[in-house]
């Protein structure tokens, strides 16, 4: 009995002691936003393993150890909080994206946003996961004020240009510097391969768009100042996702969907086809008293659209998987993706598989380690571009309608004009690119003494590609050769060393924050390429299957940038904000005399809404004022020799010996850093309590010693050279605004709009011998001059059309020129028409330009409407002019495809048509037909658009519904992408940008393969 009583008690003691170690918590969580309750919020207990998650009515119980102090409670795109413990609780949860504490990052670590003083564009990732993007640069498109997105191409994996507050070089570079957890990254095209041209690749396209927390873009000097030598052309900074403290969590987002062509071009059919020729010879027999004959078509049954031939509904389809979760000790993020492109020309496509690990780990109280890894796999099978005569593009937007594709027998057509069969270039000429990247960092911090803080970053960006161009004997490219293979292989190294050192202390109001640091940054770049021919077989497809060769060539090329950089950042009671910092960038690519660049910032910002004198209940809640100036630099787009002189040993040979050989580029010991000066005011506002809130920017960007590559006197011995030569401005005004229109527990409504106006001037170039300033033509029409703006078009003026024959000046009409032809402003007034007669009119880069974008939703269902449009710039249309143009009207003997428009508008007799001239065919005796496609403002039209730009509409299932399921959250959607473009432009697409990485091209369009539509069908799950 004893034995009993004092087991009873031993148990009554244990029971005692274990319920006074621990304490009953009982709460409820929602969300400040509409006061629903937050279903599977994450509640842990800090220091303790114990945690649980919210049920349906947003409620928690939980025992906590009698020693913990907080609870941890989280939730996805909601603000983390920290909250003392309490028997009975109540935590309300702010949206992450309305929270007015939003962190923002910002060079070399990151701010409240309310205390920004320079000009940042944030879009986090929620902006960013409802509406699917196959691109970082699709996903910022119309997402910030004063960035400018053009997709250079519709090609599976194609180019974007990016130009943020303009262009501010003429060949230095002029895309942004894009910084990944810390890594500046290579963001060019890094391909080799020739014939690719308009083409291009993005350099940043193996990026996996699923795994990005935020984007900043740095805009002004200020915010970007600490990049220094890269930053003239702003930064946009990529935070990758991360591991939080709470239960594992698994991901999936998959969609499925097709892509094609939203607009194609009206070409004249066969019978108006041979009816256009034959006018067209008509016109010239009644001129000439000729007699040519009148032609028929080479195959009458055939009425061929040769784009409907080589082009396909394409299957586009994208798989993310990703695990996150942690404990207070250790966070992780990991994921895999697989994206597939087909491309709308069919035999291209691009392939992306993509894996990502980012962990961190808290060693000690003092010490923390984080590791970012990214491994990404890429293939592009592409067509030869648009400024190659075997591309299948440019093939089939010239050949005429009356030749079909294949013969009686099955075998290609042979066309006329030296013309190529598209197909046969899709199906016989392979073009394939793999590149492999891994983007690999690894961080540190030591947290020395209470706010005095270590840092280092080691990591880089490693790229290998190979490249294989394969022309075959029975292409057209081999056949002369008996077949060709081109084989390129390529390493790029680019490695990062920095070490930053950060101390934050506060006296009273006075809160103050310092930053020192060290850089080194160096890039190598090996590359070797193969070319044989004569194979025995097709199918033999290896170099060493080759008989013969030609010379092998080989680049290994090096260059280091060394910086040591600073930031001061004060702030007094929260309303007196001062920025300072100070970057020295000592670049390898110039001579030791100007090797070491300094370039200073300094930024402002009054909050003026929280001064005593701002009333308390004012409509204008939170009003801020910020002005900053800051010096930033620019060394890209130089060689990384370019200041001294180099040789060339390939291919050399004196007497069966090698040699070495000057190069045409004479060396300039005298570059030094192009320097750009920007200015900036800005105002950021809230009305009713955040209801309405945006801001309002005005900047000026200057400029100076510009690198220009540019011809010099031959005499020399040398053909160019590189020099710092004029100056250039931009200014702007950037505006923007979102209104949150409803918001209540069923229903929301909220609208976005920006507005950016752009303008840019030419201020200075180089001079000739005698002080005079020399113009530099650029690109296919464009021309830099002084007093002019940046890369105008430069084009003879057409000036109507000649009505009758006595209009015409007595040297056109010996020439051949007759009423119908075009009537063009003689600039010299010496009564002839040439390239002399050019004048400057209109500008490829748009005047205004910004989005629209509306928000709904009710209860489940969420629906966006994506909005962009651009104003003021002119674009033109190159594929209509010159003799083998759309816009011929049946001039050449053998013909060419005709656009419809330009038949059913041409000039019949007077009064007819003041814009498009007749159809004359261009014989013998009669320039005519030359005379009416030179290249002139006839073909240069309004490039404005407004497109919807993306519609998406989605239900996210109710958390009830599915917690018997395991899964957290379901959304299914449906998803429109470019769905329309209104434009008066009667091309495939306003938006192109032959060779992107070259403003100065801006503008010209050759009819490049156009954006496509896409339709597209998905999940997002988690569990």
Excluded at 25 to 33: A, K, L, Y
Excluded at 55 to 62: A, C, D, K, P, R
Aim: net charge neutral; proline share 3%; glycine share 10%.
């Amino acid at each position: 009995m004893k034995r009993i009583q004092l087991l009873l008690f031993l148990l009554c003691a244990a029971w005692i002691t274990a319920t006074a170690q621990t304490i009953s918590v009982r709460g409820i969580v929602t969300s400040e936003e509409d006061g629903t309750p937050v279903v599977g919020a994450s509640v842990l207990v800090k220091g303790f393993s114990q945690g649980t998650i919210t049920n349906i009515e947003g409620e928690f119980s939980l025992s906590v150890p009698q020693e913990a102090k907080t609870l941890i409670i989280s939730f996805i795109g909601m603000k983390r909080l920290e909250v003392p413990v309490k028997p009975q609780m109540k935590v309300v949860l702010q949206s992450e994206t309305k929270s007015i504490d939003e962190v923002v990052v910002v060079a070399y670590g990151a701010q409240k946003k309310r205390n920004l003083t320079v000009a940042v564009a944030s879009v986090k990732n929620e902006q960013m996961a409802n509406t699917p993007a196959t691109s970082l640069e699709q996903a910022l498109q119309g997402k910030a004020t004063g960035v400018s997105i053009t997709q250079a191409t519709g090609a599976p994996g194609g180019a974007f240009s990016v130009n943020i507050r303009g262009v501010s070089s003429y060949s230095a570079g002029t895309e942004p510097l894009y910084v990944v957890d810390g890594i500046p990254i290579i963001s060019a095209d890094v391909t080799n391969a020739s014939g690719f041209q308009m083409n291009a690749v993005s350099g940043i396209a193996d990026i996996n768009p699923a795994d990005i927390e935020s984007l900043e873009i740095l805009k002004d000097a200020s915010a970007a100042a600490l990049y220094g030598s890269r930053a003239s052309n702003g930064v946009i900074l990529i935070t990758t996702k991360k591991g939080r403290a709470e239960r594992t969590k698994v991901s999936l987002n998959s969609y499925v969907g097709w892509q094609d062509i939203p607009h194609t071009l009206d070409y004249l059919g066969t019978a108006d086809y041979i009816a256009a020729r034959n006018e067209a010879i008509d016109n010239y027999n009644n001129e000439f008293g000729a007699s040519i004959g009148h032609v028929s078509a080479y195959d009458p049954n055939a009425d061929t659209n040769w784009f409907d031939v080589i082009t396909r509904n394409a299957l586009q389809t994208n798989h993310q998987l990703s695990v996150t979760g942690g404990n207070n000790r250790t966070q992780f993020f990991l994921s895999g993706g697989a994206f597939l492109q087909n491309g709308v020309v069919k035999k291209t496509d691009y392939k992306r598989y993509n894996l990502r690990a980012n962990i961190g780990h808290q060693i000690n109280k003092k010490l923390r380690i984080e590791t970012n890894i990214a491994l990404s796999s890429a293939e592009v099978n592409r067509a030869t571009g648009d400024g190659n005569i075997y591309g299948p593009w440019y093939n089939a937007k010239n050949i005429s309608p009356d030749y079909s594709p294949y013969t009686e027998d099955g075998d290609y057509t042979t066309l006329p004009n030296s013309w190529r069969n598209p197909l046969k270039l899709l199906d016989k000429e392979k073009n394939n690119s793999k590149k492999y990247r891994a983007i690999i960092g690894l961080k540190g911090s030591w947290n020395i003494l209470p706010g005095l803080d270590y840092h280092i970053n080691l990591g880089g960006d490693y790229i290998f590609t190979h490249e294989v161009n394969d022309w075959p004997s029975d292409s057209y490219q081999g056949e002369s050769v008996n077949g060709e293979i081109e084989d390129n292989r390529s390493y790029i190294f680019n490695h990062l060393i920095e070490h930053t050192l950060t101390y934050n202390h506060s006296w009273g109001k006075l809160n103050a924050s310092a930053l020192v640091g060290y850089s080194y940054q160096k890039r190598s770049t090996d590359n070797a390429r193969i070319d044989v021919y004569d194979f025995l077989s097709t199918s033999l497809k290896y170099a060493s299957s080759a008989g013969s060769s030609y010379s092998p060539s080989g680049v290994y090329a090096a260059s280091a940038l060394q910086s040591v950089f600073g930031r001061l950042n004060f702030s007094y009671d929260d309303r007196y904000l001062l920025e300072l910092s100070l970057r020295g960038d000592s670049s390898s690519k110039f001579a030791k005399s100007h090797r070491t660049g300094y370039f200073p910032a300094l930024s402002a910002g009054w909050r003026i809404s929280s001064e005593r004198f701002y009333p308390e209940n004012a409509a204008l809640s939170d009003l801020k004022f910020r002005l900053s100036v800051g010096k930033t630099g620019n060394q890209e787009g130089i060689g990384e020799y370019t200041y001294q002189q180099t040789y060339t040993a390939s291919g050399i040979k004196y007497e069966d010996s090698p040699g070495l050989s000057f190069n045409s580029t004479k060396a300039n010991p005298d570059l030094k850093w192009e320097k750009t000066t920007q200015y900036g005011i800005g105002l950021d506002y809230a009305w009713l309590k955040g209801r309405l809130e945006g801001s309002i920017d005005w900047y000026k960007k200057d400029t100076e010693d510009l690198l220009l590559s540019h011809s010099i006197n031959g005499l020399s011995g040398y053909s160019s050279t590189t020099s710092n030569v004029g100056s250039l401005t931009n200014d702007g005004f950037e505006f923007s605004l979102t209104s949150h229109n409803i918001q209540n527990r069923n229903f929301s409504w909220s609208t976005t709009f920006n507005l950016t106006y752009s303008h840019s001037e030419v201020t200075g170039l180089y001079k000739d011998a005698y002080g005079n300033d020399v113009d530099i033509t650029t690109g296919r029409c464009n021309i830099l001059r002084k007093g002019e703006s940046f890369a105008a078009f430069y084009l003879i003026k057409q000036e109507g059309i000649y009505q009758s024959d006595e209009e015409v000046p007595q040297s056109l009409y010996a020439k051949g020129v007759r009423a119908g032809d075009v009537k063009y402003y003689d600039l010299n007034n010496d009564g002839d028409i040439t390239s002399a007669d050019r004048i400057v009119t209109g500008t490829p880069f748009p005047k205004f330009y910004g989005s629209l974008i509306n928000e709904w939703s009710f209860k489940g269902f969420d629906l966006s409407i994506d909005l962009q449009y651009s104003l003021g710039n002119k674009i033109y249309a190159g594929w209509k002019s010159g003799t083998t143009g759309a816009g011929n009207l049946g001039g050449n003997a053998n013909g060419y495809a005709i656009l419809k428009s330009e038949w059913e508008n041409r000039w019949t007799g007077a009064g007819s048509s003041q814009k498009v001239p007749r159809a004359i065919y261009n014989g013998s005796g009669s320039s005519a037909y030359n005379y009416n496609t030179l290249e002139s403002t006839r073909f240069l039209e309004d490039a404005g658009f407004l497109r919807i730009r993306n519609i998406t509409l989605g239900y996210t299932f109710p958390k009830r519904l599915l917690v018997q399921t395991g899964i957290e959250s379901l959304r299914l959607y449906a998803t429109v992408n470019n769905l329309h473009c209104f434009t008066k432009y009667d091309g495939f697409d306003p938006e192109v940008a032959i060779n992107p990485q070259y403003a100065y091209y801006r503008g010209y369009d050759t009819g490049s393969v156009p954006q496509s539509r896409s339709f597209i069908f998905g999940l997002n799950v988690t569990f």
